[in-house]
């Protein structure tokens, strides 16, 4: 199994950010995720242009976005520019139209959907939606704030049905919120791709590479 790590940046301290992108360099990471909400569809605002800036300019890790945005479409284009690997929009933003998911095919990013936890994976499969997803991203946690605690019972019954799901069509598993030292030999039985990780690698400055280094060696 490959595991690929993407430490969630909302979860660093910004005033330390030109430290904390060097160790982020240093470690194994695989990807840097960045966490945009808009204050509309999740109670919280977070990350700029001003940090995505910052961070295509000193990170050499790439870079995906996970928009908790009401309007997802106001960002491909931009985001397309900056070359961001995973753009990431959630389901339920785009509810009443899917359109959005074709376009970001059509770039060179990979097309990630989110699913809230009270959301259904069997969303995808209604909606015939699933032929354009490279990735789907499992909220382990409801969207707008690091450092909240693991939601068990629908995340791991999620994980087995996509599990299931993916033996027929082609995507990454990915999910966000709340994973450390703790949960995560229970939750990789559940073969996941991609694990978000925010307040376990960044509350101890020093900490940051081995943290990065010990989940992505896991298996
Ligand atoms: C929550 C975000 C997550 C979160 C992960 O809305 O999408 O990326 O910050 O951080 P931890 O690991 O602290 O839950
Ligand atoms: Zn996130």
Redesign the pocket.
């Known amino acids: 199994m490959n595991l690929s790590i993407a430490p969630?940046i909302?979860?660093a301290e910004i005033s330390n950010i030109d430290n904390i992108i060097k160790k982020i360099n240093e470690s194994q990471a695989d990807v840097i995720?960045i966490?945009i909400?808009d204050g509309h569809f999740?109670p919280n605002i977070a990350i700029g242009f001003d940090i995505v800036n910052f961070l295509l300019k000193y990170s050499i890790k790439p870079l995906e976005v996970?928009l908790?945005v009401t309007n997802p479409n106001d960002y491909v284009d931009k985001l397309e520019k900056l070359k961001i690997k995973n753009m990431i929009v959630h389901y339920e933003a785009i509810i009443n139209d899917f359109s959005i998911l074709e376009k970001i095919k059509k770039t060179n990013m990979k097309v990630g959907i989110a699913l809230n936890p009270n959301t259904a994976i069997s969303v995808l499969l209604k909606n015939n939606i699933i032929q354009y997803i490279d990735i789907v991203l499992i909220?382990s946690?409801?969207?707008?704030?690091?450092?909240?605690k693991f939601i068990t019972k629908t995340s791991y019954d999620k994980l087995y049905e996509l599990n299931k799901i993916k033996k027929k069509y082609n995507f990454k598993i990915e999910i966000?919120?709340?994973?450390?030292m703790t949960n995560i030999d229970y939750l990789i039985q559940y073969n996941p791709d991609i694990l978000?990780?925010?307040?376990?690698?960044f509350h101890k400055y020093d900490q940051i590479i081995s943290k990065i280094n010990y989940f992505k060696n896991i298996m």
């Open positions: 969630s909302i979860a995720h966490d909400m999740v996970h908790m909220m946690v409801y969207p707008g704030f690091s450092g909240q966000d919120g709340g994973i450390n978000v990780i925010g307040k376990s690698i």
